[in-house]
C-alpha cells in the first residue's frame, strides 16, 4: 500500500503532461481519484457514527492529496475525469468536513464546473448544505438528514416552504418524496441481519 501511495503521490505533483498525452494524464488522474474514494470504508445508514469514525480518518490520510488535486488542477470535471470519477472526487470533498476553507474553495470551483454542464448539479447543491451547516448556517436544499423520533429528517433547512423549488434547479426531486423513500427504506432494511451494518444507498433510487 505504500509503494502504491508513493506512486499516487509523486504521479500528482509532476507537470502537466503535453498535449499529446492528455488522454493518457486524465486515465491516470480518474484512476488516483477513484482510488482515493475506495479506499474510504461504507457509511452506514443504520449505525452512522462508528462508519463515520472510521471514514474521517481516511478522509484525514488521504486529504494532503485530495487538497492537491484540487490545488493544482481546479476542480476535475467530466471532460477531465469522466463522470464517475469528477463526482466521486466530489464525494471525497464533501468528506474533508474537518477543512471547511478547502470546502468553501472547492465549493467555487465546482460551482463553475457546474454553469458550464461539466460536473454534477446535485454535488454542488449537497455541498453547499454540508458547508453551510458546518459553519453554523441553514441549509438550502434539504440533502443533510438526521434521525429524529425514528426517522429521517433535514437539519436546520432555511425557508422550508421554497425548498421544492430550490432542489428543482439543482435536479433534485421534492423533498417529501426523497424523505418517503428513504425512510421506507429505513423501515425496511434496519433490523436486517445480513446488512452488518454496511448499507450504500443508491442516488438514482433515491433521487438525492
Same mark, same amino acid.
Given at each position: 500500500m505504500k509503494c502504491r501511495s508513493l506512486v499516487i503521490i509523486v504521479f500528482? #505533483?509532476?507537470? =502537466? +503532461?503535453?498535449l499529446g498525452?492528455?488522454?493518457? +494524464?486524465?486515465?491516470? #488522474?480518474s484512476f488516483v481519484i477513484d482510488s #482515493?474514494? =475506495?479506499?474510504?470504508?461504507?457509511?452506514? &445508514? +443504520?449505525?452512522?457514527?462508528p462508519t463515520?469514525?472510521?471514514?474521517?480518518?481516511? &478522509?484525514?490520510?488521504?486529504?494532503?492529496?485530495?487538497?492537491?488535486? *484540487?490545488?493544482?488542477? %481546479?476542480f476535475p470535471g467530466y471532460d477531465m475525469v469522466g463522470q464517475k470519477s469528477s463526482d466521486n472526487y466530489c464525494l471525497l470533498?464533501?468528506?474533508?468536513? +474537518? &477543512?471547511?476553507?478547502?470546502?468553501k474553495k472547492a465549493l467555487d470551483l465546482l460551482a463553475i464546473q457546474v454553469k458550464n454542464s461539466n460536473a454534477n448539479s446535485r454535488s454542488l447543491a449537497s455541498l453547499s448544505d454540508i458547508i453551510n451547516i458546518n459553519? %453554523?448556517?441553514?441549509? *438550502?436544499?434539504?440533502?443533510? *438528514?438526521?434521525?429524529?423520533?425514528? &426517522?429521517?429528517?433535514?437539519?436546520? #433547512?432555511?425557508?422550508?416552504?421554497?425548498v421544492d423549488?430550490?432542489? =428543482?434547479t439543482v435536479g433534485l426531486g421534492s423533498l417529501a418524496g426523497y424523505l418517503h423513500d428513504l425512510n421506507a427504506f429505513y423501515n425496511t432494511?434496519?433490523? %436486517?441481519?445480513?446488512?452488518? %451494518?454496511?448499507?450504500?444507498?443508491?442516488k438514482d433510487t433515491l433521487n438525492h
Open positions: 500528482v #505533483l509532476t507537470p =502537466k +503532461f503535453c498525452q492528455q488522454a493518457l +494524464f486524465n486515465k491516470r #488522474l #482515493l474514494k =475506495k479506499e474510504e470504508p461504507v457509511r452506514s &445508514a +443504520f449505525d452512522m457514527a463515520e469514525r472510521a471514514a474521517r480518518k481516511v &478522509a484525514k490520510k488521504n486529504f494532503p492529496l485530495i487538497k492537491k488535486i *484540487l490545488e493544482k488542477y %481546479g470533498v464533501m468528506h474533508s468536513e +474537518f &477543512a471547511l476553507d478547502f470546502q459553519d %453554523g448556517r441553514e441549509q *438550502l436544499y434539504g440533502t443533510q *438528514l438526521e434521525v429524529k423520533d425514528g &426517522a429521517y429528517r433535514p437539519k436546520h #433547512l432555511a425557508d422550508p416552504k421554497n423549488e430550490r432542489r =428543482k432494511y434496519k433490523n %436486517g441481519p445480513w446488512l452488518n %451494518g454496511q448499507i450504500s444507498i443508491k
